[in-house]
């Protein structure tokens, strides 16, 4: 089935959205005027401080964003793109990810994912505080083998879109695994800069689900954070976390 051509919004050069941009801009400017009621260093410190912030806001880059990698469409969506490599045959990835029932086996943020028919599907993922947020999703492309792509129905608390790739890699070494996602959250990108701050902002989580992806099926191992005293890792081990994964297929 091949239909709409999904996720083709090309990235912006800007990436602040246009309420963050107010806001930076705003607080870079009360700056400037709390400067000039200073003197000496603390005068300097403010009024350079403010100009920064209100040439950021002037320009549309956002030096936070862009120390988190946070990338804006041009459309003021967040665009996520993450590949890991697994080493089994792409027959058997593509196999395993079109049966959705299988997603939360690995998406830690997904409670539930119920195929209703042959292309329609409702999702059901964990949200901040303890909540729930639910919405349906349609294939908009599917290439056995190759690639699926999915696109949220109309009216969609959280409107997304994305796809997956399967390729096999290099010298045997298995299938590449490409993501692909754009999704709209609720408060721009700075809302996107703050949920990163706890580890719930889409790249993060991702990543850490290919990686779960990776362990399930070369391994055999069912990921879980059960007894554990915390689910989220410091810096060091999550990289040699991911020098251990990179190492199983390299």
């Known amino acids: 089935m091949t239909a709409l051509k999904p996720n083709t919004q ?8 246009p309420a963050e941009r107010i806001v930076v801009g705003g607080l870079g400017a009360g700056l400037i005027l709390l400067g000039l009621q200073r003197t000496g260093r603390v005068r300097a410190f403010l009024s350079s401080a403010g100009a920064i912030m209100v040439s950021s806001a002037a320009m549309g880059k956002s030096p936070y964003n862009t120390l988190a990698k ?7 969506d967040i665009k996520v793109d993450k590949a890991v490599t697994i080493g089994l045959p ?3 990835l593509y196999a395993f990810w ?10 830690s943020h997904l409670e539930s994912v119920k195929e209703e028919t042959q292309t329609r599907s409702h999702w059901v993922a964990k949200a901040p505080a303890g909540t729930h947020v639910s919405w349906d999703a349609d294939i908009v492309e599917d290439a056995p083998g190759e690639r699926i ?32 996602l754009i999704y709209h959250p609720p408060a721009g990108t700075l809302g996107a800069g703050v949920a990163r701050l706890f580890g719930e902002e889409p790249a993060q989580q991702v990543e850490h689900d290919l990686r779960r992806l990776k362990r399930l099926l070369e391994v055999g191992l069912e990921p879980t954070t059960e007894g554990q005293s ?8 999550e990289g ?3 020098l251990f994964d990179n190492g199983r297929t390299s």
């Not at 090309?10 to 959205?17: D, E, L, T, V």
């Not at 915390?230 to 081990?237: E, V």
Request: hydrophobic fraction near 35%; charged fraction near 30%.
């Open 70 to 76: 946070i990338r804006r469409t041009e459309s003021n």
């Open 149 to 180: 792509a999915w696109r949220s129905v109309e009216g969609s608390i959280v409107p997304n879109e994305g796809y997956v790739e399967f390729r096999a890699a290099p010298q045997g070494r298995g299938t590449e695994v490409r993501v692909s």
């Open 10 to 17: 090309r990235i912006s050069i800007k990436n602040a959205s």
């Open 90 to 92: 792409v027959e058997q």
């Open 240 to 242: 040699l976390a991911k």
């Open 230 to 237: 915390s689910g989220r890792k410091g810096l060091l081990s």
């Open 98 to 107: 079109r049966k959705f029932e299988n997603l939360p086996r690995f998406m």
